[in-house]
């Protein structure tokens, strides 16, 4: 069964991430230059270290009401939900299900503040119709 796979066969390496020590508006023209929009990006310190996650929706509304935030400040209280490259795609959409969020960052499982990937409920759905589809052949 697929959903038996570790995380790692479907995450995404190297995600697009957020600079926290950076300005909101900093890191939106990095994006808007250098990369596609996605819905949300891991937040890395100065050492490359995971500190958080944010969604484009939370980095867009300061700009916009003209508000001076930092990021460090928007994740302050953020529970962060971590997963192991080596967890069960089953498991990972339970956790992600379980805690109502479509996406997790995803760290190493020697260091939790290592990011290695991220994992979104699409990685899991774009899994399950390719499965699905193999098996209509």
Not at 64 to 77: A, F, G, N, P, T
Not at 114 to 137: A, F, P, Y
């Amino acid at each position: 069964d697929w959903r038996n796979l570790p995380t790692s066969t479907i995450m995404t390496f190297d995600p697009v991430f957020i600079e926290g020590h950076h300005s909101i508006q900093d890191n939106l023209k990095r994006i808007d230059l250098h990369f596609r929009k996605h819905h949300a990006y891991p937040i890395l310190d100065q050492r490359s270290r995971l500190i958080g996650m944010i969604t484009h929706q939370e980095l867009d509304v300061p700009i916009k009401v003209d508000e001076r935030v930092s990021i460090l400040e928007m994740i302050q209280d953020q529970n962060l939900i971590l997963l192991k490259p080596e967890l069960s795609i089953r498991e990972a959409a339970k956790i992600l299900v379980d805690n109502d969020l479509v996406h997790a960052s995803v760290v190493s499982s020697r260091d939790d503040r290592k990011l290695v990937g991220i994992l979104t409920l699409n990685d899991i759905t774009r899994q399950q119709n390719l499965m699905e589809d193999s098996l209509d052949r």
